[in-house]
């Protein structure tokens, strides 16, 4: 997205067309987000009230499996010298991300989650 991700946006550009029609077509889906701005924005909470959330706690990202993902994209990610060259670099490794590597940081979560309250809401190996 190019600009300010505001509330606002987040919910026009991200949450009503994409995010709602997906988690209405997955019964019993929990929907993660972390605490950034817009995530947290009242508008965004409101359009949020009509499907089942996890709390998320900002402090741990190593919970995140997207961090993960950013993560490896960030290390894949070739020397760009313009903005248009830097968008194809991420839109290119994004479309080529292992899927194995995908379905693995999902099916981690239950083993994160536990590890996690091991901790007392602390550091993990993950």
């Known amino acids: 997205m190019r600009g300010?991700?505001?509330g606002q946006?987040?919910?026009d550009d991200i949450l009503r067309p994409h995010v709602g029609p997906f988690?209405?077509?997955l019964p019993g889906a929990i929907f993660q987000q972390d605490n950034a701005l817009p995530h947290t924005a009242r508008v965004a909470q409101d359009f949020l009230r009509n499907f089942q959330t996890l709390p998320w706690s900002a402090r741990f990202p190593d919970l995140s499996p997207v961090e993960h993902v950013?993560?490896?994209l960030q290390r894949q990610m070739p020397?760009?010298?313009s903005v248009h060259d830097l968008e194809l670099a991420v839109q290119d490794?994004?479309?080529?991300?292992?899927q194995d590597n995908l379905r693995y940081l999902i099916n981690s979560m239950p083993d994160?989650?536990?590890a996690y309250v091991v901790a007392g809401g602390g550091p993990t190996r993950y």
Do not use: K
């Open 93 to 98: 490794l994004w479309a080529h991300l292992p």
């Open 23 to 25: 988690l209405n077509g």
């Open 70 to 72: 950013w993560n490896q």
């Open 79 to 81: 020397s760009c010298h």
């Open 112 to 114: 994160r989650v536990a």
């Open 9 to 11: 946006r987040y919910v």
């Open 4 to 6: 300010t991700l505001t």
